[in-house]
């Protein structure tokens, strides 16, 4: 996440960040407008609205099993690639689940967005890990239970196969409402 300039691409135009704070501030926005769509409720839904045998492969209030169900959903759906060459794109939580890619901040946006329509409290987390010498990492953490959470676990599609793994070597981490 080195450039300064980061496309916004589904209003066409192109926005200044200057530091973290910023990026991590394009990600929230993208987050709350999200939360609010249609199509982010939907794809959250489709996570969870499974049947095994007769009864819901999830069951209604395992919060465990709903955040598996998501992250696992979204792994599936929204395949993780870099941005272009000089430049950091910051889409929509609803355009990225429509292009069906995006890169580390895009895929935060989406579960942000996704655990939030449906119920759960998340924060935005970045990391600064051995051998970088910036942030060059974003993806949320969602807490449990939702309504009053106690704990709190990572959830990093674009990286890893199952809620609470986190990339080694973590030197640096700040972590970040949204509310």
Known sequence: MMALDA????RGRTQKVNSVDDR???IIENIK?????????VFAGQALTDFCGDDWCVAPRDWE????????HIKRNVRYTLDPLGYDTYRSAERTIQMAFGDCDDIAA??????????YQVKVK????????EFHHVYIVVGLPPENPYSWIAVDP???????EEAPGIQEQKIYEVD
């Open 7 to 10: 496309l916004t691409t589904m």
């Open 65 to 72: 099993g709903e955040v598996d169900a998501l992250h696992g």
């Open 126 to 133: 970045v990391i600064r890990t051995t051998g970088n010498d």
């Open 158 to 164: 674009a990286y890893y196969p199952s809620p609470g």
């Open 33 to 41: 407008k999200g939360e609010k769509s249609g199509l982010v409720h």
């Open 24 to 26: 991590v501030g394009v």
């Open 110 to 119: 989406v579960a942000g967005a996704a655990f939030r329509a449906i119920g």
